[in-house]
């Protein structure tokens, strides 16, 4: 057996992928299963967005385009940042790339070594532990309570730095919680970090449309006391319903920027062409389609929120952005994660457990509401079905 490097013993995975197999195979099999693990939109990608990849295969985009990414789709994402958040970024520090996840995996790679320190969210992104572990550097996990509404506190986040410290991982709204860091808290950590100038940080804003009840999301480009070290990380896959397109995109300081570069030219040359042209239509275009999508999850939200406090044992607070739900699960006698597992086999629901997010998830589960309001209403009644009758093991 060749010798593989002791680093990739270490890396995890992101467990709802596992989980959606398992449905997928069970569904195979001629089992109705409700899905709710998955974190994907259950929209299609919107016509004209479709239609300007159609279009640009018609026009010849077929070959590579710089790693760094087209310069009309740099420009769109920078208009878009300016439009949102009205803030300055130049196209020459914006990145694109082949999703989300790609940002992560290079953020933690600059800054993850032996005896390094790297803070993220607890519960959180399953990826952010697992990359950070691959590089070595030590994970350093940031509570993320209930009691805080599932908004991180930038008093207990600052007291976690330490002079190890190398890298800040910020998640708001937030997978798995759906938590929106309010702006007061945003900005007493922004103060905080002014003791702190060695400390990069990169701030995933994936679900930045997605925000409900009035709740403000508050970019971390709005400090100008932060863009020297900042990393900011967006995309297409839940704003457009466009996961499998893999479009990502990220804003980089000007020193980190050529390192970006560069390890985009080593690892995957470019984003391919077609996806970028959609990406302009998706930023330039009518913003209708957003607007509609987050107001269907909105009213899911408020299905799901409801449905779960009548459950026996369930309690779950609102969830303020992004598209899901974090039940405690506690009072049901229940483990977590066995509890997710004999949801899926016995009553054909597909959830997540909690611990799948981190050590703090114990006692929670992960509910996606991207799917119809109708499946959601059945999974419900499956899951007060299955507590009313069927007791922890």
Known sequence: ????????????????????????????????????????????????????????LRDGHHGYTPATGILPLREAVAADLDRRFSVEVSPESVM???????????????????????????????????????????PVPVPIREANGFAFSAEETLSLITPRTRLLILNSPANPTGGVTPKVEIERLVGGLAKHPDVAVMSDEIYGTMTYDGEEHVSLLRYPELRDRLVYLDGASKTYAMTGW?????????????????????????????????????????????????????????IVVEGLNRLPGVSCITPKGAFYAFPNVSRTGWKAKALASTLLDEAGVAVIGGPDFGVHGEGYLRLSYANSAENILRALDRMGEFLETRKAA
């Open 1 to 56: 057996m060749p010798h593989v490097v002791p680093a990739f013993s270490r890396i995890g995975e992101e467990n709802a992928f596992a989980v959606l197999a398992r449905a997928t195979e069970l569904a195979a099999k001629g089992r109705d299963i409700i899905n709710l693990g998955i974190g994907q939109p259950d929209f299609p990608t919107p016509p004209h967005i479709v239609e300007a990849a159609v279009k640009a």
């Open 246 to 302: 893999r479009l990502g995109w990220s804003v980089w300081p000007k020193p980190l920027y050529e390192n970006m570069r560069k390890l985009a030219v080593n690892a995957h040359s470019c984003v391919n062409a077609a996806t970028q042209w959609a990406g302009i239509a998706a930023l330039s275009g009518p913003q209708d389609c957003v607007r509609e999508m987050v107001e269907e999850f909105d009213r899911r939200r408020k």
């Open 96 to 138: 694109i790339l082949p999703g989300g996840k790609v940002t992560m995996f290079a953020t933690i790679l600059m800054f993850g070594e032996p005896g390094a320190e790297i803070l993220y969210p607890d519960p959180g992104f399953p990826i952010y532990r697992s990359m950070i572990e691959f590089t070595g550097a030590i």
